[in-house]
């Protein structure tokens, strides 16, 4: 393939991927527009018109914002590949640090920076401003910027070894660095799942021990029923950054722990905690999660194999507007080009991941409702959809590309046909 060739291929996915994403914005925000004079039927007499509102507002709102934050990215995409900004920095960069793996990290380090830059004023304009104008902001900026000092810090300890060694492989490793790859990322990954929930998350949240021992009690019966067996049952204080509700379960193996969110708990009865930790739990003991993992491990090997062709193409780097340097190493830069166009291929297979998740949604509902009673599960859902301010009536198209879970109506009509 010539390098004019793929540049054109780049530029045209670009277009048509774009054309699309906004396609698919303009569809969701008249539909639900078009939709939020009334509450849909068969949440009349549990949503009030007021709330059905609010989650339509809230929804418009952060399409809009997501289809400005497209617009921007486009445009930083095409500055960093055809127009030449990642063969700036990468000479600039060289003329510092000279050849070898400094020069190499410099990159990555330097793309990560300009990229979190650019992100910065959307994060800070999507908590502040649209999560405060809906009630939703609980975050004070000073959090903010501890936050984002703490993922900065957590990405350099833990992501830098992980990049140096994943270099080191493509340079030194011979044909196959790509298997090994592999090998270390998924060894990563695994080791990420067991410390996360012990290690990296209480940098950002206080956990602890659930105390409503009434709660507890019936939680450990349900894990008895279902036969499933944790390391411990933890409060979240998600409250200090936002009223949003939710409940999951991380860990691996021996380290697995379920966490409610503390709004969660303020919210919900009794039951319906149940309820929605069954449906949790159903994700578990269908082997989701195994299968996810599985699926990830498949689709990374994949991914890694086809970096290693591409690594090795001269046209990969001209036809996305850098030219590969003759004195280093080139494969910081076919590590920052794959992540920046492989987006660009693939949005519109995003389809195919929905359902596969939706499917498994569906499973652990019905999961739940066979442990517990899916009365109560739809009672929870109905109450976690008006406080998130979800909305009831996405377009079906955009949903069917963005969203991983059902729509509502469609969920709860699922749930109550399974009792």
């Not at 140096?164 to 695994?190: E, H, N, P």
């Not at 894990?223 to 499933?228: D, Y």
Request: hydrophobic fraction near 55%; glycine fraction near 6%; avoid cysteine.
């Amino acid at each position: 393939m010539s390098s004019l060739v793929f540049s054109v291929l780049f530029v045209g996915f670009l277009v048509v991927t774009l054309i699309v994403r906004f396609w698919l914005g303009s569809r969701h925000i008249r539909h639900v527009l078009a939709h939020r004079g009334a509450v849909p039927a068969e949440f009349a007499e549990k949503i009030p018109l007021y709330a059905h509102q609010k989650a339509a507002d809230y929804t418009v709102a952060r399409t809009k914002l997501s289809l400005v934050t497209l617009l921007v990215n486009a445009a930083v995409l095409v500055g960093f590949t055809l127009l030449g900004g990642l063969q700036w920095l990468s000479v600039a960069l060289f003329n510092l640090t000279g050849p070898g793996m400094l020069h190499q990290l410099a990159l990555l380090a330097a793309f990560a920076a300009i990229s979190g830059l650019v992100d910065l004023p959307f994060d800070y304009y999507r908590q502040f401003v649209l999560e405060a104008r809906f009630g939703f902001n609980k975050m004070t900026l000073g959090l903010f910027i501890s936050d984002m000092v703490k993922n900065t810090l957590v990405g350099i300890i833990v992501g830098l070894p992980l990049i140096w060694v994943i270099l080191s492989l493509m340079d030194k490793a011979g044909s196959l660095w790509w298997f090994y790859a592999w090998l270390v990322w998924s060894g990563f990954q695994l080791l990420m799942l067991v410390l996360y929930p012990t290690v990296i998350a209480p940098l950002f949240n206080k956990f602890t021990p659930l105390q409503d021992e009434s709660l507890r009690s019936r939680i450990e019966n349900l894990m008895q029923r279902v036969g499933f067996a944790s390391k411990g049952l933890f409060v979240m204080d998600g409250s200090k950054r936002s009223a949003h509700g939710n409940a999951y379960f991380s860990g691996f193996g021996a380290a697995k722990r379920i966490v409610f969110f503390d709004t969660l708990l303020a919210r919900l009865g009794p039951q319906e905690i149940e309820a929605v930790l069954a449906h949790e739990l159903g994700h578990f003991k269908l082997k989701h999660i195994i299968k996810r993992i599985a699926v990830m491990f498949g689709v990374s090997l994949g991914l890694l194999a086809l970096l290693g062709y591409l690594k090795t193409q001269a046209w990969f780097y001209t036809g996305l507007g850098v030219d590969p340097m003759l004195l280093t190493s080139n494969d910081a830069m076919a590590l920052v080009l794959f992540m920046l166009a492989l987006p660009v291929f693939t949005f519109l297979l995003s389809p195919l991941t929905s359902i596969t998740s939706r499917k498994h949604e569906f499973e652990a509902d019905a999961f739940a409702a066979k442990h517990t009673n899916a009365q109560d599960l739809v009672s929870a859902l109905v109450k976690l959809y008006e406080d998130n301010a979800s909305t009831l009536t996405p377009d079906p198209l955009h949903s069917a590309f963005y969203d991983s879970h059902p729509p509502a109506s469609i969920r709860i009509h699922h749930l109550l046909g399974s009792r």
